[in-house]
């Protein structure tokens, strides 16, 4: 079955250091992933998505991931963490056209 | 565009009553999906549509569950009779058919049932 693995519940980083929040998916054919972040008392915006190419693909905030077929992972990543990061982040696969599933999701404290 | 509008943005009601909660996509999406975020299962597929067509319906949780989109421009979700393990914010979202994989979300309607 598919299924999205977000093995980090909680992570704390220091403002300016590196982040990089890990995700693992299983699915049996090429996947479609997404990474999207949910500040306090808002819905869920798309920071990123792969669907194919380039395996290191770049999207808003500062924010980048790629995509490792072989460990079956879309990790997360950003140099340089910002307090405005602080939100929750949620890694997901595309198991058809339409259907999404998600993962658990990170929730990122920034440490000042 | 305004983006995907939901409306009440807090709900709270008693066991027994009806609940409905309100979404309005971005105008020319021809996908809307609504969503249940809880702490236990976090964020569920309930039901999508297509072109006002219900597709799948799979994660709707039981039959107190009911979903409409009469037009492009609105859909609702209704609990009657609503109860406690209701509660958890129920998230609207649309996409559009060349790039169905891409949902843009509402802020969400956060329902607690007493």
């Known amino acids: 079955a598919q299924s999205v693995t977000q093995p980090d519940i909680h992570i704390t980083v220091s403002e300016g250091a590196s982040l990089e929040l890990r995700c693992n998916y299983s699915y049996g054919a090429t996947p479609y992933l997404f990474w999207y972040v949910q500040s306090p008392g808002q819905g869920l915006q798309l920071l990123l998505k792969?669907?194919?190419?380039?395996?290191l693909v770049q999207g808003i905030k500062g924010f980048e991931a790629e995509f490792k077929r072989s460990q079956s992972s879309f990790n997360l990543r950003k140099p340089s963490v910002h307090w405005s990061d602080a939100a929750e982040y949620f890694c997901a696969v595309a198991t058809s056209a339409s259907k999404i599933i998600f993962g658990s999701g990170t929730r990122l404290s920034i440490r000042p | 565009d305004a983006g995907v509008i939901q409306s009440p943005r807090h709900e709270v009601t008693e066991m027994g009553q009806e609940v409905t909660l309100r979404c309005k996509p971005i105008?020319?999406?021809?996908?809307l999906f609504w969503y249940r975020q809880t702490m236990m299962r976090g964020l569920e597929l309930l039901i999508y549509f297509n072109n006002n067509v219900p597709i799948d319906d799979s994660g709707m949780p039981e039959d107190r569950f009911s979903a409409k989109m009469p037009n492009a421009s609105f859909s609702t979700l209704k609990i009657q009779p609503s109860e406690p393990r209701d509660s958890a914010v129920y998230f609207c979202?649309?996409?559009?058919?060349?790039?169905?994989?891409?949902?843009?979300f509402g802020a969400g309607t956060r329902l607690s049932v007493l």
């Open positions: 979202a649309s996409s559009l058919g060349d790039r169905v994989n891409i949902q843009y």
């Open positions: 792969y669907f194919s190419g380039d395996t």
């Open positions: 105008s020319g999406h021809d996908y």
